[in-house]
């Protein structure tokens, strides 16, 4: 297999109505793919190698954005119940929850409608999907008028020389040329974000849900697409600096062998 209509034959072809949960949630046995490896831990099992998955390893960069906004949230606890977060353990146990739902809850969410989304186009039952998801607008309209025209959805990546591993939101073609997407609910695009892009381009296979195997194709688009609760998105095509993430890959391992010792 090695065009991306043979891909995308496949994935129609074992496409079904259940829609598998988003990356790294436990799922029930019934739902588990074949054969596809799982993020466990931050590591993917591919032939008895446990390789680290992308997002992990871009874990060891510093996000000045995270620390201001989780100072913020801490400091919202507080003016909204000081009884209760009367203590900076409290007030730090708020951060992800103050709103009443967590920020990665909101982000899986849209991920897995978005996935159910692309699933029903190969299907050719896009016209009659419906969600209240409040990022569903915003998701058909990126479907609209991006038109990108799905080959696979939620694949794992895995590069084996450098023994890395990762799930892309969406492999497609745009007017016929190959596309390698990834969905963010984020404020803005971070630069980081580049890097995970970089890292899926450089995957030299993927793996369908069902297990199969296919040797995938250099995207000639790399882009995030920020999607927003207004039903509105932003398209930001990236190029990410694969020597950036390999740098950043190194100092992660050797973090990782000062942690082993």
């Not at 588990?32 to 960069?61: A, E, F």
């Not at 400091?75 to 900076?88: E, H, I």
Request: aromatic share 10%; hydrophobic share 40%.
């Amino acid at each position: 297999m090695s065009t991306f209509d043979e891909i995308r034959k496949q994935a129609a072809e074992k496409a079904t109505d259940t829609v598998i949960p988003h990356r790294g949630t436990p799922m029930p046995d019934a739902w588990k793919p074949n054969n596809r490896p799982q993020r466990r831990g931050g590591y993917y099992l591919i032939d008895g190698i446990d390789m680290p998955s992308v997002t992990t390893i871009l874990g060891i960069i510093n996000k000045p954005a995270l620390i201001t906004w989780a100072a913020k949230q801490g400091a919202k606890a507080v003016l909204k119940d000081p009884v209760l977060y009367d203590t900076p353990y409290a007030a730090a146990s708020a951060i992800y929850t103050i709103d009443g739902e967590k920020a990665t809850d909101r982000g899986k969410e849209a991920h897995a409608v978005a996935e159910a989304y692309a699933h029903s186009i190969l299907k050719g039952e896009q016209d009659t999907f419906e969600s209240a998801n409040p990022y569903f607008k915003s998701i058909k309209a990126f479907f609209d008028q991006m038109r990108p025209d799905p080959v696979a959805i939620e694949v794992v990546l895995f590069n084996s020389k450098y023994q890395y591993a990762g799930t892309a939101d969406l492999l497609a073609t745009i007017n016929g040329r190959p596309a390698l997407i990834d969905y963010k609910t984020s404020k803005a695009v971070y630069e980081d974000m580049g890097l995970q892009l970089a890292a899926y381009r450089e995957c030299d296979t993927g793996i369908l849900v069902d297990g199969t195997r296919f040797p995938t194709i250099r995207p000639e688009i790399e882009a995030i697409v920020l999607l927003r609760d207004n039903g509105t998105f932003q398209w930001s095509p990236l190029d990410g600096d694969f020597e950036a993430f390999l740098a950043a890959k190194r100092l992660w391992e050797w973090r990782e062998n000062l942690n082993g010792d």
